[in-house]
């Protein structure tokens, strides 16, 4: 009985279990599709200054609009994208969008215009040339390394080998900035910090939503900014949802925030007219050459 039971627990291959590789083997077969007919968008989400409140940077966000599926969230494809290797096109196409993209708004709306980008472990590992490619990449594009942020999640700081660490070098010597994504939902050792020189460290939106007039918990948010002030390291706050909790993160010293209260995540079409609007009000303000 002990040995049927020992069978069971490592062999049965439940229907349910069957039925989910079938979806993800269908999932990643439609992937693949998408990805050869272009069917991948990037939205963009402004990221504020929370000073004087203008927007200074956007962050690209994959978007895929499946014909049956629907809107499949980056959530449920990036990981699939990773396992099969996909994410390497995939993150290559990505880069390339949105520094195109970086490009044409910096000539036409705003020369110090930067992009942050989402980038996966996987990527990181898997090409040798990775920081040549986008450096090279940049180059072609007239683009300085400093427009560019990457955006890492803990996990590539935890398994990140010497060559990782060598490529994060590459691109941070050459003027590209880093910033530690979720920050507070992994194991966040703060030992990861220091280690990597990292530039902005973006406050998870779980924390950042608990944020309440005389809540204690608002302490851990005050505390990871002034720890990081400390450390010559910018915060992002994101998720930000609310006036309340913009004003709280201010008052704490936090740099620059991001959510639905300034802007959801849109297209490219609508961050353009967004910050074409917002800068010649700015212009209108400022520009003594428009104030005579
Ligand atoms: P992330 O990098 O932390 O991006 C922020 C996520 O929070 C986005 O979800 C954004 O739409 C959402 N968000 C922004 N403001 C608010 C808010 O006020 N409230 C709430 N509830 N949510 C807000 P999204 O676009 O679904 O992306 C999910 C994750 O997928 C990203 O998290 C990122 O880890 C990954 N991802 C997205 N695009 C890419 C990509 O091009 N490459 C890679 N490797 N990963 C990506
Ligand atoms: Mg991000
Ligand atoms: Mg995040
Ligand atoms: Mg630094």
Known sequence: AAKDKGRNQFCEFTPAMEQ???????????????????????????????????????????????S??????????????????????????VFQQATRQLAEWRAEL??????????????????????????????????PSSALVIELTESVLMESDKETNAKLQTLQVAGMQLALDDFGTGYSSLSY??????????IDRSFVNQLTPGNE????????????????????????????????LRAAGCDYGQGYWYCRPVSPEDFGARLREERSRHANIHDPALME
Not at 193 to 201: E, V
Not at 219 to 237: D, K, N, S, T
Request: net charge negative; with cysteine; proline share 4%.
């Open 217 to 248: 918990d608002n302490v851990l948010c005050e505390a990871i900014i002034v720890m990081a002030h400390q450390l010559g390291i910018r915060v992002v706050a994101e998720g930000v949802e609310t006036q309340e909790q913009h004003d709280i």
């Open 68 to 93: 049956v599926r629907g809107q499949v969230s980056p959530a449920q494809f990036i990981p699939l994208a990773e396992e099969s290797g996909l994410i390497g096109p995939l993150g290559d196409w």
């Open 110 to 143: 705003d020369p110090d215009f930067q992009m942050s980008v989402n980038v996966s472990p996987v990527q990181l590992q898997s090409c040798k040339q990775q920081a040549q490619t986008w450096l090279q990449h940049l180059h072609d594009l007239q683009l």
């Open 193 to 202: 910090l220091k280690r990597l020189d990292i530039d902005y460290l973006k």
């Open 20 to 66: 989910e590789a079938q979806e993800r083997r269908l999932l990643l077969r439609d992937l693949q599709q998408a990805l050869d007919e272009g069917d991948f968008t990037l939205h963009y989400q402004p990221i504020v200054d929370m000073q004087s409140q203008r927007t200074i940077k956007a962050e690209a966000l994959l978007r895929w609009q499946q």
